[in-house]
T-cell receptor, first 117, second 115 residues
Framework: DADVTQTPRNRITKTGKRIMLECSQT?????MYWYRQDPGLGLRLIYY???????NKGEISDGYSVSRQAQAKFSLSLESAIPNQTALYFC????????????????FGPGTRLTVL | DQQVKQNSPSLSVQEGRISILNCDYT??????FLWYKKYPAEGPTFLIS?????DKNEDGRFTVFLNKSAKHLSLHIVPSQPGDSAVYFC??????????????FGEGTQLTVNP
């Protein structure tokens, strides 16, 4: 079974609709992240959370919100989707404390392909 | 402001030859560097990393070189195999106190290894 799962894997929606992307992990990690990937731009950080009570904006948080429902669950919402939010979205996790290596290695889910028409 | 830059969007090499992927960074606070590999329809997976106190790290066919003075790192794959065809992302991280374990990614390089 995958350690980091994302649902849905694909979603097509219309401008103005509210969309939620969900992420679950079984790795026991405290830290979770949401990225989007666009061609030629790489992976850009949207939001990140270091524990259930901690939420931080990344470099491109406008138009997005998140909820950390539990240690294992981190969801990303688009309150009113627009076409330039069409992208591939990835959730990732990383460890803390004694389990954390020096490289901040993050473990990624399989991604959600979102198309906003 | 692109702090991590991969200037080559694509690279094509013959099977058995060396693949060299390059990455430049601008933030002198970065101390750890990672390479991720991504196949279509999958998430990125960790490949190899290097600390700024080293200039080389090797893992099987994969070697990462770091030139801290030039703020440049490269990934060498020898010999290249068709299964290495993927998008490769360079990523950088600072100390916990400076970046809170966030990774900054480059744009990615599509490597194609031809049989």
């Amino acid at each position: 079974d995958a350690d980091v799962t994302q649902t849905p894997r694909n979603r097509i929606t219309k401008t103005g609709k509210r969309i939620m992307l969900e992420c679950s992990q079984t790795k026991g990690h405290d830290r979770m992240y949401w990225y989007r990937q666009d061609p030629g731009l790489g992976l850009r950080l949207i939001y990140y959370s270091f524990d259930v009570k901690d939420i931080n904006k990344g470099e491109i948080s406008d138009g997005y919100s998140v909820s950390r429902q539990a240690q294992a669950k981190f969801s990303l919402s688009l309150e009113s989707a627009i076409p330039n939010q069409t992208a591939l979205y990835f959730c990732a996790t990383s460890a803390t404390g004694r389990d954390r290596g020096p490289y901040n290695e993050q473990f990624f889910g399989p991604g959600t392909r979102l198309t906003v028409l | 402001d692109q702090q991590v830059k991969q200037n080559s969007p694509s690279l094509s090499v013959q099977e058995g030859r060396i693949s060299i992927l390059n990455c430049d960074y601008t933030n002198s606070m970065f101390d750890y560097f990672l390479w991720y590999k991504k196949y279509p329809a999958e998430g990125p997976t960790f490949l190899i990393s290097i600390s700024s106190i080293k200039d080389k790290n090797e893992d099987g066919r994969f070697t990462v070189f770091l030139n801290k003075s030039a703020k440049h790192l490269s990934l060498h794959i020898v010999p290249s195999q068709p299964g290495d065809s993927a998008v490769y992302f360079c990523a950088a991280s600072g100390f916990e106190e400076t970046s809170g374990s966030r990774l900054t990614f480059g744009e990615g390089t599509q490597l194609t290894v031809n049989p």
